[in-house]
């Protein structure tokens, strides 16, 4: 089953209330996980870092990276809050941190059993080893990333995830992650995401495609970060083989804010999750045969030998005296060649079936 995460992130603006919100708007949706962001922004930008264009663009307001994510902090016991929230409800609460305190606060206070890594923080090689030492599952966003970064990243957490005591180092990553021990807890505790970072993310530059790549060159489960406008993307990563979707939304996409304008509000987040559990059914076992509700079909839409004319009892059959016809309840039309020159051994007239 495609495990489906609603991306919340920082779409609370900073208020515990909206935060709620959100997760019930997940939860409503029927979306298996709320994820938020977990920063300090003291501690992930310095106060002159800029803006991507795409949040000066969505927030309409040109400051400093600084200024607009202290404004979007969640306090620690607000987390607690809201992972309480949505123990009662029913959906898994996940967030993704971006500097050390916060990881430490997410595994150790909150005893989060799966971390996602971002897109930006993929070669931020300590801090991924950071992660990989909790000994937690994995998600690995890959937006920005070539393969030769992922594997770079893959042989950090392979280092980190196998408890190596030597010294962290670029030929330590390789050979832990060309190990068969390495090899082997990827394969257990990580799912790479493909992602394009932009928001929204230019339909020609989706090349979803690649989804399938990582697959094929890792051999690790994989899924898909979307950050393109609407659903659809996100069905059709599905269809190709998604094992994790992960979606941003919003309660409204007027709202101020970096992200809220390339996110689904929630009736969209619910036509989205909708849409994929279809898809999962409609993908089957991939076994061709007859559907139950195909076989009683099958006598109405195929076709039957069927007498031309009349035929009467040891009268050759001939290409003349025989048709085709339905329904399909009769003998095969296959047999139409072998039965050619036989003698019946009834009468018939126009129209029976034939069962000689």
Known sequence: MVKIIAEAGVNHNGSKDLAFELINAAYNSGADVVKFQTFKAKSLVTKSAEQADYQTKNTGVSESQFDMLS?????YETHKELIAHCDKLGIEFLSTAFDKESLDFLVNDLQLKILKIPSGELTNAPFVLEHAKTGCDLIVSTGMASLAEIESALGV?????????????????????NSEAGQSVLRSKVILLHCTTEYPAPVDEINLRAMNTLESAFKLTTGYSDHSAGISISIAATALGAQLIEKHFTLDKSMPGPDHKASLEPSELKAMVDAIRDVEQALGNGVKGAQASEI??????RKSLVAAQKINKGEAFTEANLMIMRPGSGMSPYLYWSLLGKIALQDYTEGDLINA
């Open 71 to 75: 404004r979007l902090e969640l306090d």
């Open 296 to 301: 009683k079909n099958k006598p109405i839409a």
């Open 157 to 177: 957490i392979a280092f980190g995830l196998i408890g190596k005591e030597s010294q962290p180092n670029a030929q330590a990553f390789s050979e832990a992650y």
